[in-house]
Nanobody, 122 residues
Framework: QVQLVESGGGLVQPGGSLRLSCAAS????????MGWYRQAPGKERELVAR???????NYSDSVKGRFTISRDNAKNTVYLQMGSLKPEDTAVYYC????????????????WGQGTQVTVSS
C-alpha cells in the first residue's frame, strides 16, 4: 500500500510565501512523475506543477515564475515552493504521484494525497 502525506499549507498574506511538502511511503519500487494540483471552491481540480522522473518540469501559466517544484528522490518527496501568493491561489492543494509498487509489475498506479488547504488573505 502507498500513502502520500502532504504538509505545509496554511494562511498567508498576499505577496507571501509557503512551501508544501509531500512524502510518499509504503510499497514503492519506482516513482514516475510527481506533481501538485489544486481545487478551489466551485472549480475543477487543475494542474499546478509537475516534475517528471527525468527532471523535467511544467507549470500552469497562472503560477509560472512564482512557484517552483522540486523533488528529493532519495526521500520520495516532492516540494512546491510558492511565492508572490495571490488570493486567487487559495485552494486545497493535492499531491499526485505515479508509482510502480514492485519489481514484478510494470504497472504504474496513480496516487493522491489527502490535500492541504492554502488560504491567501489579508
Amino acid at each position: 500500500q502507498v500513502q502520500l502525506v502532504e504538509s505545509g499549507g496554511g494562511l498567508v498574506q498576499p505577496g507571501g510565501s509557503l512551501r508544501l511538502s509531500c512524502a510518499a511511503s509504503g510499497t514503492i519500487f519506482a516513482i514516475g512523475a510527481m506533481g501538485w494540483y489544486r481545487q478551489a471552491p466551485g472549480k475543477e481540480r487543475e494542474l499546478v506543477a509537475r516534475s517528471g522522473s527525468d527532471g523535467s518540469t511544467n507549470y500552469s501559466d497562472s503560477v509560472k515564475g512564482r512557484f517552483t517544484i522540486s523533488r528529493d528522490n532519495a526521500k520520495n518527496t516532492v516540494y512546491l515552493q510558492m511565492g508572490s501568493l495571490k488570493p486567487e491561489d487559495t485552494a486545497v492543494y493535492y499531491c499526485n504521484a505515479i508509482i510502480r509498487e514492485s519489481r514484478s509489475t510494470w504497472i504504474y498506479n496513480d496516487y493522491w494525497g489527502q490535500g492541504t488547504q492554502v488560504t491567501v488573505s489579508s
